[in-house]
């Protein structure tokens, strides 16, 4: 179980939080004349990447505020926490974190012995 | 019998006598002994069947790893699977052996082992295919969930357990040599430290085993105790005793379970075990290793152990299991085993060692010749033969030529492997070690030390270096430790994973994974079938996937495995060791979230009403709702419904609606973030006024309903439904800071604040006059959906003319603590005009009558306000809200789409249910077209027949024709399809 370092509260257990999907994704503006494969990608498209994601938190039983995070999700290691009006972080600076359990590559999953 | 003890074992209170039962027959044993322990002392060997061939099977080792002696304690709520090499007697304590009827001595089932040519490997995924589908669900399976397995479940469930959390800086897992001297050096350091032990004494290898004499010049028992002294003594170091590490997850979290009743019944009324839940910034894994077998024929008959088991029976827990043992090994670790025998003077009957004379340790060679035990070298025991128990092996030496011991028992070491499963289980990486063959820890993952033979590091001489070098980060206090072996200090190893069946046949058995009753023929022929990936050949045979993982096989496996492929085993890898490393009881696991504290249960204020006035509840949520009142204890759900629902439309009923979600919005921009959240547009809505409002998802569906009550344009009070009102908060608080954070609005759960009655009926109105005298309910001075707020005995309460029912009818918020007091008031004054309490059923009758919707019923995720012909509550003229431009996507505007309509019986005597499917044909025909099915349906008392609500494919424009309804015998009754409404379609009784 992770451990998230809420921005207001602090440490705490995962199990007071709840997760809210990949972060940074624009709700289009309802004034906007988009066609339905854009407003389709906003509602139903999210990322799931193998590796560093940017995702959204809620500490639920909490503060009950939302806050953003980059984990790497083939380690769960949480890199990074901040505000929702803090600037993204780029991608290159935890380029050197990258690491995963068994040293396999960034794409897909398996034994990496076997995969030898 | 006579009873073999070992006198010098300090761990054994051998003055104290404990009577226990074996399948049914009264045994002694002595306090500290295990089961396993106990039965040795009685003589007993035969203890179980095997999972699958019903083979008779002994005890195999003397720990956790146990894969055979697995047992029922039928005095603990017939707690099945315990280990008996583990669980500790007590006075009165009654275990029964698993997997076999009649009797353990003649078992029915063993007539597998006559048939197991047919049950090879996968033979559940190929035989079990015919001649119908349903053979395996009504036959076959239950025949096989009968003869296969472990014990039964226990019928009655009452462990009691509780969880503790840690928060420390380094946890120690295992109390062995190496865990003992990490706390040391971590005496009082600013680290916090746990120091975790499986067993009820510190000590393990040195308890277990004669490998080490004395250590810093004192006898080992006297080096423990003063070791454990100063560790107590130390502020900063907490030692958890029979304490299980089960789990490693991330974020050095461990998972470890406390057995609070060691060697005692449990006592029914307190906690028997602690689950700790740990955080650690560091983990040091001192948690050893364990010998492996090897695969020879029939090498699982009762009377063969693994040697270092042996010894710890004899060390550790004073009992000898033989006095003539022959001893099979390919390594150094038996050593030991032999040394501690001659010095309690017992001569093992044979020493069998697959290495060459010049291999053996000088050592060890001069103590067979000197005792005159007769060896075999370059010799391996080909077969084990016997009835229920070891009679002779056949033995092969070096020129090929066998010879027959007889021997009522044999001692089996294959090797040892560090216990790696904690460390994978930390997604540790593991490397193969060609020259003491097996898999050692390499890189860790997390902040994990790996130390002594639990890191592969079998020299006790280097323990000293060891822990000064890889505890250094901690700058700890430097060890100085000199240990005195008693044996060869260097471990040896040759080769030898599985020895050739003396008599190949059919029939012939080498196993691999006693546990799961594998073969190595089952490996080979896994291979030969194409499953040579070890993931998949694991799981196509099933091998070291029992409840033992393959603690003391899974390497015997890959050895073969990379043989039979001529791969290194590095090669073929390793499958994963999961959590958790043993298993844990749910009990455990569920703490005290267990029988009433399972979930939590909700109640309205005036619960205790419901109860004295015969309520029946029903479960909405997490509430208690009353379902219906009965006026009699014989009047049926049904009679006491229609009763209830006659009267709302002839006098009039009070609903408890308090469990309806309450969210409170208040701030300067409330009206622009409502007219963002819901459908409907409340701009032009006066203060005061109220509406019905749809709230959607992204993608257009409808998620809740409520009804909204503006206040001011800076203040909202909304309704939600039962179940949806946590959600519904939670999803404006999420827009609120995500998506508008420029919009000043704040929300808040009011639901537990209020509570809500729904009155309603033709006499509504008089009763309301005369509960709120001083209030006018007139039409004209309080019109169909507004609220007022009026202060009643000086409490501020909110009625509101609104109804769900299609009667005209008010609903009243009243403080909670003031809702008792409101609720019997109505009561008394509505008492003369028939006023009667009625319950969710009869609410949910009158509104289907009326074609109102229940969000989560009457649709379920898949429906836009258009299929629910509520397009008038789409505001037209907003720019945005809530999945507004789903309503346009192709998907949404497609005309046949399931819509809700209104069902008639043609037929008014036929009975329509919720569930049934909807054809447009009489005869049903597979494939069935799946055109959509009933929602709601309920036998109206005013029609005086059943009626329903649907959602059919393009049903708006099937209204006006006939369909039919399914029924669950395959039979059809005819329908009308209608509009969704059945009463007072006008709404003319409604604001009347």
């Known amino acids: 179980m992770l451990v998230i370092d809420c921005p207001y509260c602090g440490p705490r257990d995962q199990s007071e939080f709840s997760n809210g999907g990949e972060a940074h994704v624009k709700r289009p503006d309802g004034s906007q004349d988009i066609s339905d494969r854009e407003w389709g990608e906003y509602v139903f498209i999210r990322s799931n990447p193998k590796g560093l994601f940017y995702e959204r938190w809620v500490h639920s039983h909490g503060c009950r505020k939302w806050f953003n995070c980059v984990r790497d999700t083939s380690t769960d290691e949480i890199l990074e926490i901040y505000k929702l009006d803090d600037p993204q972080p780029p991608l290159k600076k935890f380029e050197n974190k990258i690491k995963t359990p068994s040293g396999e590559p960034d794409v897909g999953s398996g034994n990496f012995t076997v995969k030898k | ?992």
């Open chain 2, 1 to 992: 019998m006579t009873e073999l003890k070992n006198q010098n074992s300090p761990f054994i209170h051998f003055h104290q006598k404990i009577s226990f039962k074996f399948d049914g027959i009264k045994y002694y044993g002595y306090k500290g002994d295990t089961i396993a322990s106990a039965l040795f002392r009685n003589g007993i060997k035969l203890i179980g069947r095997s999972f699958k061939y019903h083979r008779p099977r002994g005890i195999y080792t003397c720990g956790i790893e146990e894969p055979n002696a697995l047992v029922q304690i039928i005095s603990e709520y017939s707690e099945p699977n315990v280990r008996a090499t583990v669980k500790k007697i007590y006075e009165g304590m009654e275990v029964e052996s698993q997997n076999r009827w009649p009797s353990l001595d003649f078992d029915i089932g063993s007539i597998n082992n006559v048939f197991s040519p047919l049950f090879s490997a996968g033979f559940y995924y190929k035989t079990f295919m015919g001649p119908h589908k349903s053979f395996w669900k009504k036959i076959y399976e239950p025949v096989i969930r009968k003869a296969a397995g472990l014990g039964k479940p226990p019928k009655e469930f009452k462990a009691i357990s509780s969880h503790l959390h840690h928060n420390v800086d380094i946890v120690i897992v295992g109390g062995g040599l190496n865990g003992l001297l990490a706390a040391v050096s971590l005496i009082n350091t600013n680290y916090d430290v746990l120091l975790i032990e499986s067993d009820n004494q510190l000590g393990g290898i040195l308890n277990n085993s004669s490998k080490i004499n004395e250590i810093n010049g004192k006898r080992s028992q006297e080096w423990i105790k003063e070791t454990i002294e100063n560790i107590e003594n130390s502020k900063n170091i907490k030692i958890l005793k029979n304490t299980l590490v089960t789990t490693y997850n991330y974020i050095n979290h461990l998972i470890a379970v406390e057995d609070k009743y060691v060697g005692a019944k449990p006592a029914e009324d307190k906690v028997n075990s602690t689950l700790h839940k740990i955080r650690t910034e560091h983990v040091i894994l001192s948690n050893g290793h364990i010998e492996r077998f090897l695969s020879f024929q029939n090498n699982d008959l009762p009377g063969i152990m693994l040697g270092a088991s042996f010894e710890k029976y004899v060390c550790r827990y004073g009992v000898i299991p033989s006095k003539e043992p022959v001893i099979f090994s390919n390594n150094s670790n038996s050593n030991s085993l032999i040394q501690t025998l001659l010095e309690l003077n017992i001569k093992p009957k044979a020493y069998i060692d697959s290495r060459s004379g010049e291999q053996i340790e000088g050592q060890l060679f001069d103590l067979i010749r000197k005792n005159d035990i007769p060896l075999y070298t370059n010799a391996q025991v080909k077969a084990a033969y016997g009835n229920k128990k070891l009679e002779k092996i056949i033995v092969e030496d070096s020129s090929g030529g066998t010879s027959e011991i007889a021997t009522d028992f044999l001692c089996v070491s294959g090797g040892i492997n560090p216990d790696v499963h904690l460390f994978t289980q930390s997604k540790g990486l593991l490397d193969w070690d060609e020259k003491d063959l097996t898999y050692k820890p390499s890189t860790p993952f997390q902040n994990t030390i790996t130390l002594g033979s639990a890191s592969g590091q079998f020299n006790l001489e280097e323990v000293e270096n060891e822990i000064n070098k890889k505890l250094k980060i901690f700058s700890p206090n430097k060890i100085k430790i000199k240990i005195k072996p008693s044996t060869a200090n260097e471990y040896q190893i040759q080769k030898l994973w599985e020895v050739a069946a003396h008599k190949s046949s059919m029939w012939s058995k080498s196993f691999i994974d006693l546990q799961n009753d594998v073969t190595t023929k089952d490996i080979r022929q896994a291979i030969s079938e194409g499953f040579d990936r070890i993931e998949h050949l694991k799981r196509f045979t099933t091998n070291s996937m029992g409840t033992d993982q393959g603690k003391i096989s899974s390497i015997n496996a890959l050895g073969i495995v990379s043989d039979l492929l001529d791969k290194k085993v590095n090669e073929v890898g390793t499958t994963i060791y999961r959590p958790p490393y043993a298993p844990l009881s749910f009990a455990a696991i569920a703490g005290r979230n267990s029988y009433e504290f399972y979930d939590p249960e909700r109640k309205s204020p005036i619960h205790q009403w419901h109860i004295k006035n015969g309520a029946v509840f029903e479960d909405v949520g997490q509430w208690k709702r009353p379902w219906y009142f009965p006026n009699s204890k014989s009047e049926s759900m049904h009679d006491a419904v229609q009763r209830e629902s006659k009267n709302v439309r002839e006098n009039a009923g009070v609903l408890d609606g308090s469990t309806l979600g309450k969210i409170e919005i208040k701030g300067k921009d409330a009206l622009n973030f409502m007219n963002l959240i819901y459908t409907n547009s409340f701009t032009k809505m006066k203060p005061g006024s109220a509406r019905y409002a749809l709230m959607l998802g992204e993608d257009g569906m409808v998620k809740d309903d409520g009804i909204i009550c503006k206040i001011s344009d800076e203040h909202f009070i909304a309704t939600t439904t039962t179940g949806g009102a946590a959600n519904v908060l939670a999803c404006m608080e999420e827009y609120a800071q995500t998506e508008w954070p420029n919009l000043k609005v704040y929300m808040n759960s009011i639901t537990e604040q209020f509570a809500t009655f729904n009155i309603s009926g033709p006499k509504t109105r008089e009763i309301m006059s005369k509960v709120f005298s001083e209030i006018d309910f007139s039409n004209e001075a309080f019109p169909f959906m507004t609220f007022q707020f009026h202060e009643f005995e000086k409490t501020q309460i909110r009625i509101m003319r609104a109804s769900f029912t299609g009667e005209m009818g008010y609903e009243i918020y009243v403080p909670a603590s003031s809702a008792l007091k409101i609720w019997e008031r109505i009561h008394e004054y509505g008492k003369e005009f028939g006023l009667i309490p009625y319950g969710t059923e009869t609410m949910h009758l009158l509104r289907a009558e009326k074609g109102y919707i229940i969000v989560g019923q009457d649709t379920d995720g898949s429906i836009t306000p258009i299929d629910l012909g509520l397009n008038w509550m789409i505001g037209k003229n907003k720019t945005d809200f809530l999945g507004k431009r789903s309503l346009t996507r192709s998907d949404t505007v497609r005309s046949d789409r399931k819509q809700l309509v209104g069902i008639m019986p043609t037929n008014k005597e036929d009975q329509i249910q919720e569930g049934q499917h909807i054809l447009l044909q009489e005869t049903i025909e597979t494939p069935v077209p799946m055109l959509g099915h009933i929602t709601s349906s309920y036998h109206s008392p005013t029609m005086g027949h059943t009626f329903g609500l649907a959602v059919i494919k393009d049903g708006h424009s099937l209204i006006g024709t006939k369909a039919f309804a399914s029924t669950s015998d395959q039979k059809t009754i005819p329908i009308d399809i209608v509009k969704p409404i059945f009463y007072d379609e006008k709404n003319e009784r409604l604001v009347s």
